[in-house]
């Protein structure tokens, strides 16, 4: 029930940031409970399988199932923003002036930080591979490397996304083209984040070899999660920031 209100509440703060009437103790106090959510969550996650051996193979397949309904609803999730973007794009409204980008608009050079994000994601899914491949075969240090080096890769990319955030020359509010980028690339952002965090728990449980190498859905999940983000990114820089422009 608490995460069902925190998910409210969410929603309610993220209507008053459109109308820019957030005040900083409500987010403050959304964070903190967010936050607590997250750390009984994973902490159930992890005593469940680890201490407990409640994962039985009826269990795992219930989970995996649950994991694959969730990326299914995120790819629909997406899917409603490329629609918008093509919707706009190929058929530009006349208040717009029947151009696209719209008159007035910058959009960014695809092959600058973007290449370079794209190359980065390509490259942290060739490692986060590599990582389960060594865990697959019980070289639990080896495959710890490469994931610091995902959770890395990750994180740089996060940065150069804020970096682009802030040379852009047009807003969210600037026409239906700034509307459908942030959103698209921001709930991206927001996926990579999540993933990220993701990820570093999965490095810390597999320092503290809470991982075999025959039990470790929590690592397997991550990774189809992180794949899906791979993915999102590729139709994201070649519909918006190649196409787009």
């Known amino acids: ?13 993220t209507a008053k940031m459109f109308n820019q009437s957030l005040n900083s103790w409500m987010f403050f106090f959304n964070l903190m409970m967010m936050m607590l959510i997250s750390a009984i969550w994973w902490r159930d996650v992890v005593r469940e399988p680890t201490f407990e051996s409640r994962h039985t193979k009826e ?4 989970l995996k199932i649950g994991m ?27 208040f717009i002036g029947q151009k696209w980008p719209c008159k007035g608009i910058k959009s960014f050079n695809p092959m600058s930080i973007p290449l370079m994000n794209t190359l980065i994601l390509l490259s942290s899914g060739v490692t986060l591979t590599v990582s389960h491949h060594f865990m697959m075969l019980g070289q ?58 993701f990820l570093s728990i999965c490095l810390i449980r597999n320092i503290k070899k809470h991982f075999s190498s025959y039990h470790h859905f929590g690592f397997e999940a991550a990774a189809w999660y992180w794949h899906f983000v791979d993915v999102v990114w590729l139709f994201l820089y070649i519909c918006i920031y190649w196409f787009g422009k």
């Not at 069902?4 to 703060?13: G, I, T, Y």
């Not at 299914?72 to 530009?92: I, K, N, Q, R």
């Not at 890395?152 to 509307?179: K, N, P, R, T």
């Open 59 to 62: 269990v795992l397949k219930g």
């Open 1 to 13: 029930m608490l995460a069902s209100f925190q998910l409210f509440n969410m929603v309610f703060l």
């Open 140 to 197: 639990k240090k080896k495959s710890t490397q490469f994931l610091i080096l995902t959770v890395v890769l990750g994180i740089y990319f996060s940065v150069l996304q804020y970096v682009e955030y802030l040379e852009a020359s047009f807003s969210i509010a600037d026409s239906v083209y700034g509307s459908c980028f942030f959103m698209a690339t921001g709930f991206h952002g927001i996926h990579v984040l999540i993933g990220t965090v």
């Open 68 to 94: 694959m309904l969730f990326i299914t609803s995120e790819v629909f999730f997406f899917l409603s923003f490329f629609w918008a973007f093509f919707h706009s794009s190929l058929s530009p409204d006349i």
